[in-house]
């Protein structure tokens, strides 16, 4: 299973429960009675049981999860946009949730759920100030974020966008340099030290790292694929479903804030 993603995913937790129920594999009956030609005959054309009857995770309970956990984005997303003094808020307990579901042993739909409301709140009062300051500029935002989403999947099941090995060390480095990077620039800019809107990352540089930082996304994207993937293949618990459903929240979330972000500049220049 490829590193990086989501952080639920390369739990030990999760790895043993993953080697458990493959190194188990169907259940087994041992009879203390020898069974008829015609017992057996029965036992073997019955059909199959489903990933859902025996308790493991499914591409539709993914899929489920994950648009229910978007459902609750909007949601927060709509009281944003009327209330955007609730941004702040929900910037900084959305970032707890996020910290706190990302190192939780098993997931938790509630946790994962909330974390969902309150990035919602954050993003609808950040799109909502963009948006009377750049008509337009939300929708745009939405439907690049959806349109990169759809690009990346259809690559990534065409087999032409995978992830190696050596692309996740090169994306885990660049992560580090990005991540220092955004915290040495909101430092400057409480303290003064830079000006513009997002510091130094405005202008032609801003447009060049918020460039970057969608690639960066597109392939945790695929990261995020490949362990929803393999944990279908290996007979990860069902309820790993929620974990899959908030690590591809969490990518969406990032894609659409740096997207967002790149409009703005070039809103900015016009």
């Known amino acids: 299973m490829a590193l990086g993603g989501n952080p639920v995913f390369n739990s030990k937790n999760y790895r043993e429960q993953t080697r458990a129920v493959g190194a188990t594999g169907a259940a087994s009956t041992t009879y203390a009675q020898p069974m008829s030609a015609q017992a057996l005959q029965d036992l073997y054309s019955?059909?199959?049981?489903?990933?859902?009857?025996?308790?493991?995770?499914?591409?539709?309970?993914?899929?489920?999860?994950?648009?229910?956990?978007?459902?609750?984005?909007?949601?927060?997303?709509?009281?944003?946009?009327?209330?955007?003094?609730?941004?702040?808020?929900?910037?900084?307990?959305?970032?707890?949730?996020?910290?706190?579901?990302?190192?939780?042993?098993?997931?938790?739909?509630v946790l994962i759920?909330?974390?969902?409301?309150?990035?919602?709140?954050f993003l609808g009062g950040l799109s909502g100030v963009f948006e009377n300051m750049y008509p337009g500029i939300a929708m745009q935002a939405v439907l690049a974020t959806f349109s990169v989403f759809a690009v990346t999947l259809v690559l990534y099941r065409s087999g032409k966008y995978r992830a190696t090995p050596k692309m996740t060390r090169m994306f885990m480095i660049a992560m580090i340099g990005y991540g220092v990077f955004s915290l040495l620039n909101f430092g400057l800019m409480m303290f003064g030290a830079v000006d513009?809107?997002?510091?130094?990352?405005?202008?032609?540089?801003?447009?060049?790292?918020?460039?970057?930082?969608?690639?960066?996304?597109?392939?945790?994207?695929?990261?995020?694929?490949?362990?929803?993937?393999?944990g279908v293949r290996q007979g990860a618990p069902a309820k790993m479903a929620w974990a899959a459903a908030f690590g591809l929240t969490v990518t969406l979330v990032w894609l659409y804030v740096e997207i967002l972000r790149i409009l703005a500049i070039l809103r900015g220049d016009d």
Do not use: C
Request: glycine fraction near 14%; proline fraction near 5%.
């Open 196 to 230: 513009g809107m997002f510091g130094m990352r405005s202008g032609i540089l801003g447009v060049g790292i918020g460039v970057l930082a969608v690639l960066l996304a597109t392939y945790a994207l695929v990261l995020d694929f490949t362990n929803i993937s393999e």
């Open 113 to 121: 759920l909330l974390y969902a409301g309150f990035e919602g709140l």
């Open 46 to 109: 019955q059909p199959s049981a489903s990933p859902q009857e025996t308790g493991r995770m499914t591409y539709a309970d993914v899929i489920n999860k994950t648009m229910l956990s978007l459902g609750m984005v909007l949601i927060g997303a709509a009281i944003g946009w009327q209330l955007p003094a609730l941004m702040l808020v929900g910037a900084l307990v959305g970032l707890g949730l996020g910290l706190v579901n990302s190192f939780k042993r098993q997931p938790s739909p």
